[in-house]
């Protein structure tokens, strides 16, 4: 298994190589923005970064840290690793995304400046990587986690500086740099990392009811916050509000059409809570890019629409296709919530913008697209179509590239017989067990009682 | 059973229709307000809405989406349905709330003119339809919830007009538009829908211990979020900054006066989880249209002690009543938590405003009750006192109507079987589940284990 | 077991008499500020209190109740008490800490002045309360915590007073205040309550696979707000924004480092859900007294290496050692997330303000440290170390005062048969529950069924 012996050795060295790293690239260059530094003066008018973006960055945070990880814990073994996992991922990723998008954009005689608004972007940049966890979720080791966070954060950041300053798109909600990007990204990792030893459905990779009203409180937070997220990085004043507005209403009408479209694909008509955990979302995700333009609240409704459905259709049809037909195993149908409606949130934005004109947005036309200013008449839709084929690219190529890294024999990789279960990785409370599955429609395979041969957990242990 | 076969059917063409309809009439008439609308300049100063109303918007939204959907997990099966149909219903009333309150506050030049008060407002309407669903949890289809949260939202606005401006009073908390009339409402739809085949207490209809946890949940985003709410649209400034102190006084003093009552009420001085989850919320129901007044800050725990006093024992002594001698099956006990305490919220305000003068508002009297502008020495108290009044009258009628319309055949009612059951509407992991229930106090009765034979749940299933 | 027959007079009696006290109190003394008193002009501009402090206070509230409460369901049958003692001491003590801060610091011609600020010290004030319960969860009566929380406020106030007016040092995120005095605080309270009926680890100490679920919760709150809680008071602007970004980045590496150690001290390399749980908070409290300074973003990258160090070994060491040697036993470990973190963060603080110079600070270092502009040239080191000694001293000699006060036999103590058990004081609904715990490493004992003879959980019940 590679020249390290185990976890306790591997997990440790890389995580605290990758840590004093951070420190050490920190010293060097990351220094207070001037609205953050001391000796310089207050700003407290209206203008302050402060007022119209903490508020923002919180509930983004919570969408990363709490939204994120709950999400993932509808396995029903696999609850312990969906929330650590996804938090030591996340407390890395936020370091390194500060440098490499301090690099690209806020390097100033030799110095990355820090606000409110890096703490945003990157905790942007870290959403990208945790889709891509999405992917492999359950069977991946967190060294194999944290080596490929490095890796997508860096190529995350190439991505959206060719977007945003080399094809000059505008993406305030990260449809094409943080999902189709991301999403695209991990289904590559995961094709490469392919297991056919674990064939779907897995008995493990299933949930339990409690595990499912665990998942929902992650989708909740995500749909509440998430016109946070799609306007955060907005101009202030006009167009985060839109942004707002357009994210909102997308929300809503993507959540009706779920549960209609999780009813019909039923042969009983019962709604699915995966459908309800994930594909409520994927409106937001699609318009991440548009809603800070004039879609209006109608034009909100119909993408709504589009994607409740698109991703509604994805889970019961596309992901059991990506897994036979293609061997990409998608343990959180990460295609149908992040990649897919990432990259029709490009071409919603690329629409939105080639309809844009002064009749619409009036003299401040070149305020929401900023472009024009120095390249008066081009091609805005076209542009912004570029960038959606880039990131999805981008995405593919760089998670192949990262996934045959990842099957590097020394990160400790995760034995299928450990995939989708706690125990490998941690502390796990005794209890009893007891898995059901159903190998056919009405036969029902019972278990024995699996009692773990583990220490108890207790605060003092 | 009607003349649609399946839910399958009925459950995806109403939801359809729905949305269908709100598309065309959000086309035909929602737009941008001044502040969302590109066209427009961007207000950086301090008097910029956005910055006033986001931060409360959002933590409203929590409240809507989490508190209330959380709230109801507290079944021991019908977890799934209570956080997946108020997901549905809120997500669908939220835009007809938004068209019904534009049509009657909003409407220039033949236009809604959104913005983010807005979304406040529907997000606000919406409550009140959770309220009302809060009575009939277990009892009703989703086919059946959507019907009502058409009519009730259209009345909800009726009622609204009425109160703010008609009577022109005020209830920026919405003690009375939106607790006395939703919580009424609720109770007299659940009266017409009675079931005399489910006795209190309905062994399915109780909790178990990780669905109380679940619970407290909702009822701590709801507690801690409810100081947002009932500030949330009142006038920026110190209004607004003194509803958010009464009602942060009026909770802390509801929430040790519930646990007094709860241990009191107990034979053996326990308290009980029905009563923290919900008892504790009663002050600021009650405080809703007073919050903005000059309530004192004492005054605000005198009323968290008066409320918090009836709320636990309506629990105790009311609501088994209800269900005994009316006929009104209460699953959350919403006459408790909203139809009572709204109602007193109306009272209050009416005995806060009789007493409010130039003596303690000084000259900006007027800015707290602007009704005074156009109808100099006008019965403050009298006008309040009527709103409460016409709210719960709104609700017990409103309510009644709806109710039979929902007995007609075509929604696809709950069988006594399934009702307080997922299974009938989501699909449900398999699981052993044990219920146990006491048919007398040392008599139990423990039945067979259920393996319900349905599919695994699975991301890709 | 005393005066009182039991909990059904106690519990109401006491409660009772408390709030009495607190609505007397507040008559005579609790007014509205200036920016909440209705005759007071609205301030409508980028400096108002409410537009910088009102979204923080929702975070920090969200902390205190929900973060605070949930972190401490880890127990397996301890939830009810968690949430709901948490939620019964903090409400009576926020209200008892408005009036003990206002007498100290917002006094006015005999009325305290209250306003968003007040609300957030009430916060801080009830966090330190809380913090103290942490070390005895699971081992106290709801009296007990009740008395314990009037006393502990009581010297809270005291002790801030000496640190902020006499002192004059700075503490905006409270590491001294708060965590150091409420963590020595609550040690002292246990080892005064220490009870040798119940070895480490109990049976009941510990947690089963979901109860660490909602623990998780609980610690995701914490960590995500923090940043709110360490600004929350800092000086708006500069300040403000700096101590967000220090604490962001502090908790990240914090997170990182809990996660390398926890794999370290375990044979296996796995990672204990206790140190995810709490010791990746460690780093927010060491910086809360630092966060506003000039301490650099990689300083706070340090700062998190070190308490993710310390914290991550103390559990594993020190616990363990202050039971078996001091006969301190503390359930949460505050020890090693409170206690000696917060007493770091006296010194981290003491550090950064020795090491504040013109060169950093320009000619705004009085803005940061105000107590130069009385005393210039002091030695704003040695007055923080003196601080963070005197809260560690107050909270010793405190904390074993007021544990020889609950000792007395009139709060109805708890038995040690029903430590760790919600089934004292709280209704539980029944269901089976099976006991498993470890004797030695690879015996298991499995202890019989149990079936709680008490009354079904039921809205109406």
Redesign the interface.
Known sequence: MGSFP???????LV??L??LL??IL??VF???DD??????????????????R??SF??V??MV??GF??LM??L??Y??SA??FN??VA??S??WA?LMQGWFHHFQDGKIL???E??INADFCTASVLIAFGAVLGRTS?VQLLIMAFFQVTLFSVNEYILLNLLEVIDAGGSMTIHCFGGFFGLAVSRVLYRPGLK???RK??????S???A??GT??L???W??FNSAIS????????A??NT??T???C???T???S??V?????????H?Q?S?LAGAVAVGTAAE??L???GS??VG?ILGTLSTLG?TFI??AL?KYLHVQ????IHNLHALPGFCGGIIGAITAAAASEA??????H??FPSLDKHPGRSLGGFQMAGAVVSLGMGLVGGTIVGIILKFPIWGATTDEDCYEDR???????????Y???VT??E?V?EENT?Y?M???????
């Open positions: 185990n976890l306790r050795i591997r997990l440790p995580a605290f990758l840590e951070m420190i920190f010293g990351v220094r207070y609205e953050s530094d001391a000796s310089k003066p207050d700003d407290l008018t209206g203008k302050s970064t402060f007022l119209y903490y508020p919180q509930d945070h919570v840290f709490m990880g709950f814990t509808f029903q073994r609850g312990f929330v650590g938090f030591l407390s890395f936020l370091q500060t820090v606000g409110v890096s703490l967190p779907e459905p897995h990779a299933s949930s339990v009811y409690h499912d009203l665990f929902m409180i909740l937070f749909w509440i916050y016109p946070s101009e202030k004043g006009v167009n985060q509000t839109r707002v507005i909102y209403y929300l809503a009408s959540t009706v059409t549960c209609i479209l009813s019909l039923d042969k009983s008509g019962r709604i699915n809570m995966v309800l994930n409520t333009m004039m209006t609240p109608y409704l119909i629409l889970y992901t059991p897994e998608d343990t959180c149908g619409t947005y009036g003299s401040r036309l305020h929401t490998a990785y941690w502390e796990v409370p005794e209890e009893e067990v007891t059901i599955h159903t429609r009405n029902h019972k009692v041969e220490e108890p957990q207790s605060p003092a242990d």
